[in-house]
Each structure stands twice: as C-alpha cells, then as structure tokens.
C-alpha cells in the first residue's frame, strides 16, 4: 500500500491492534481502543487527568463538573454536568443524553440498545442498579450496594449523540461511519483494517486540550517488525510497542523512545473450573517459582519490570504478601512433586494467548520464553493464538465457556489502575461470566468480605489498608501466574513535539505537534 507524504501537523501513529477499533462510542480492543478512538472523540462523565507523567494518573471532572455519593445514602451518587457541552453534530449534551447512553448499554429493550456496545461497557459499571436525569445538569446513579470504586467504573462509560443516532435512521452501522462524541477529535473517516483519520474538535469545552495537531491517523500494525520499518521509511511517526531488539538502532538513528512505568501487569490468567490443574495452590505456586523474569527482562532488551506480585513493586497497594514470587525452579520441583506431578507425570495443559493487542507487549516470543521455563519443571504447554479482540470475547466469555475450547488459562495483560479493575472484577464470587469478567471462575469466601469492606470503605487511607490485604491474599494465594510489568515503550519520529507519556494506559495527544 502506498502512504501519503506527511503534511504539516499531521501525526501517523502505528498501533498494535489488527483493526481500527470501535468508532461509535464504546470500543473494542481492550485498553488500547479507549487510548486512540475512546478518550480521543469521546467523554464520560468522570475522565483521567493525562497531563502529567511524574505522578499516576487520576480522576479528573469530565463531562460531570462535579460528583459525590449522598452521605445520607451511600448507594446514591449526584452528577452534576458541566454547562455549554455539545456534540460534535452539534446537539446539546445533557442529563438525558446520559441515560440515553446507559440505556444503550444496560437496557436491552431501549431502541438504542447496541449488543456490541454493551459488550464493550456493560461489565465496566456492574454496581449500577438505576439511574435518573433529576433535571437537565443533573443525573442520579443508583448502586446495587454502598460501592466506593464507582467512580473509577463510570469513567469507562463514554458519551455519544442520541441525535446523532436519531439522524443515522437509528442504525448504529451508519453511525460506525459518521459518529459524534464531545471529545477533543472528531472522527472523520475510517477503512477497516486500514486507517482512521481524527480532525481537531475547535470547539472542545477543554481549552487546554483543544488539539494542535491537524490531523491524528491511525493505522493498524499488529507485527512488530512491521511497525519499525513502518516507522523508519516515514509511513508513521510513532509506533506503539517497538521490537526490543530494534530499540538501540533506532535510538542511534534519531529517533526518541519513551518508556514510563504504568499500571499495567503481564499475566497467565488461571482456570478454577473443575478439572483445572490450577485448583492446587501448589501447582500456581510452582509455576511462578518457574519463570525467569530477569531472564525475560533481558531478553526485551530491559524494558519490563519484572512482577513481585500482581501490583507494581513499591504500589501504595502491595503490602507485605508471606510468597515471594521469585525464580526458584528447585522449589517449584518439589511444590509439584508435593502435588503428584514430575517427570513421569507431567502437566499438560493449554493456555490461550495472542498474536499482539493492547498492553500484550511481545507475546509469542514472551509465552514461548515462559513455556520453555514451565517445561523445565515438568508442565507441558500448548498454545492456541488467536487474534486480541477474539481473546478478548473469550475472556468475557469465561473458561467454562465453548469459547474456552478446554483451555485452562490465558495469557492477558491487565489495567490496574483502581481498585475495581486491579481487583474486584477477577476476584469477587458474583462477578463470573456472564455477570461479568472473573474469568477463571474464582470464588472464596474470604476475598468476597475484603472485597465488600473495600466498597463500604469511603475513606482513601483506610481503603488503602483493605487492599493490601486483597493484593496480599493475590499474592499468597498464587491467582495468577505473575510475569511482569511493561512500561509502555513508544518510539517517535524526531519531529514529534511536546508528548507527555503519563502514568496510565491512556494518551492525551492535545499537547503535541510536529515538526516541519
């Protein structure tokens, strides 16, 4: 395919997913579709504040200027909206826009209702047990439960035009095509598997976000060595998730890297359905005792942090947890000899994993790195690959699904940047599949009352000491098989100007140009 020259102030970005993700409000392909079609040409009522990156992203007002929970009832939070939002069809964003878009999501007989869309959003906002506009700036959202994770929860649902739909004939496929958000970008036209092209939103109610460039394209590469040669013939000036073992030629050739540390983890997300080896704890243990992380680290050219937990090292979360996720394959030896396994009888099992996606760094290389590890221990792995967003619809499904196809784990990199999404939607009993994204079917007692007391615990310090017992209990009790961290590398054409790379899986491209 022959690419355009690059005009002024035109920014080509090359993603790690295979498609151009989601246009119509809520998208798909997991952390990175908010990143470039989600964040970009939509709001929720509650967004990031992205500025900064020497300090973890926070919550900041969206399109609610203001919220707070009723401290008569702790179930009722009050959303008061900003004043002068429109969307970019023009139509006014009000109380009744937002339910609207919650009915799209969670009301199946509503017209609006979108199954694609819910699937998207519909498990980000389990709380929800009703919602009301109380007047045109203010809108009333009632939890199922006290729940003080819900505003990390609602900044996932983003805002699109209900006049815009009426306009599109009520047909979400025409509005796939002319979409309408409030964001900082309007969508302005896209080609499958091809490309996306974002203009500035002039009239943006943020004037600090107002973009400089004048135009964002999107363009997806999915093969890493597809995406630096992209990047060093000039088809793109910023690639997601370079090769490792491209990053010092490309450093010597002019071009930047960034990196930060951010909420993120690499994980074997484990099957508790029956018959899954993984319902022993010392059969988790041992396969994290397995996996040389420094190793791994090494072989992605040190841009990894390698994992002492679910959380990052040092996390205000992390706790004092009694396992040391270390390499230790003596150790893991005999776990697995406790539980019956060795060399004459090994574990067999299959993991589900991708060919690349958002946050999934270098996964056939990564996987085949740790599979090799496990061998050395005596669990036999087999890989079944698969393309990011259908993991994804596999991971919703749950490993008791078909879907599963009889595999016992995944291979998924994780969000974990609030209490909900770091922990509560893997963890709590009644959040499995199809209620929501507790994949693996976990259940205990015990992590259910942590989590509930996290809920009813609206104070941030002592929110913080229940979830040090969660991560601690993460930890102890081997969930996961924790692998590492990334750190989110980019690479950038030397005109690419005024980036800030913040602590969070998402981007604010307001600040940056180009240069001539």
């Known amino acids: 395919m022959a690419w355009p020259a690059a005009a002024q102030g035109v920014l080509r970005i090359g993603m790690t997913a295979s498609d151009i993700p989601l246009t119509t409000g809520q998208t798909d392909n997991g952390g990175e579709g908010m990143r470039f079609m989600g964040y970009t040409a939509y709001d929720a009522l509650i967004n990031w504040d992205l500025s900064r990156s020497d300090k973890a992203s926070e919550l900041t007002p969206g399109l609610a200027a203001a919220w707070k929970v009723d401290p008569d009832d702790t179930k009722k939070w009050i959303f008061t909206l900003r004043e002068g939002v429109t969307f970019h069809d023009g139509s006014p964003f009000n109380a009744d826009a937002v339910v609207w878009n919650l009915d799209k999501l969670l ?29 045109p700036k203010t809108v009333e959202i009632v939890t199922k439960a006290p729940d003080a994770t819900f505003p990390y929860q609602i900044a996932w649902i983003l805002m699109s035009s ?11 496929d025409a509005v796939a095509k002319h979409p309408s958000g409030t964001g900082p970008w309007k969508i302005a036209a896209f080609v499958p598997r091809e490309r996306a092209e974002l203009l500035p939103n002039k009239e943006y109610w943020d004037k600090a976000r107002v973009p400089k460039l004048d135009k964002l394209v999107l363009i997806p590469l999915p093969e890493a060595n597809a995406r630096v040669a992209a990047l060093r013939s000039g088809q793109v000036d910023w690639i997601e998730a370079p090769a490792p073992d491209a990053i010092a030629s490309l450093k010597s050739a002019g071009f930047q890297i960034r990196t930060n540390l951010y909420p993120h983890n690499w994980t074997w997300h ?5 018959g899954s080896p993984w319902n022993d704890v010392r059969v988790r243990k041992a396969a994290n005792l397995a996996v040389d992380r420094e190793g791994l680290k090494e072989f992605l050219g040190g841009l990894a942090v390698p994992a002492e937990g679910f959380m990052t090292p040092g996390h205000p979360w992390f706790g004092k947890p009694g396992f040391m996720v270390k390499y230790d394959p003596d150790a893991a030896r005999k776990l697995l000899k406790e539980a019956g396994y060795g060399p004459d009888k090994p574990i067999t099992t299959k993991i589900l994993i991708s060919a690349s996606g958002s946050g999934q760094m270098q996964p056939l290389p990564m996987n085949e790195f740790v599979q090799q590890n496990l061998a050395e221990i005596g669990i036999k792995v087999e890989f079944e690959v698969m393309e990011w967003n259908t993991l994804i619809n596999v991971w919703r499904a749950g490993a008791k699904s078909d879907m599963a196809r009889k595999a016992t784990g995944m291979n998924y990199s994780y969000l974990i940047q609030d209490p909900f999404t770091a922990f509560i939607r893997h963890a709590q009993c009644n959040l499995a599949p199809p209620n929501g994204t507790n994949w693996g079917f976990y259940c205990d007692p015990e992590m259910d009352k942590l989590i509930d007391q996290v809920r009813t615990t609206f104070d941030p310090a002592a929110q913080t000491a229940v979830l040090r017992k969660i991560h601690e209990k993460f930890v102890d009790d081997a969930l996961f098989v924790m692998i590492t961290h990334d750190v989110n590398p980019r690479a950038l054409s030397p005109k690419v100007k005024g980036m800030v790379q913040p602590q969070s899986w998402f981007q604010d491209f307001a600040s940056v140009s180009m240069d001539k």
Do not use: M
């Open 162 to 172: 209900p006049a815009n739909w009426e306009k599109q004939g009520k047909s979400w």
């Open 107 to 135: 009301k199946n007989d509503s017209p609006q209702f979108d199954p694609r869309q819910s699937a998207q959003g519909r498990t980000r906002i389990p709380s929800v047990a009703s919602y009301r506009a109380v007047d």
């Open 270 to 274: 484990l099957s508790r359905a029956e």
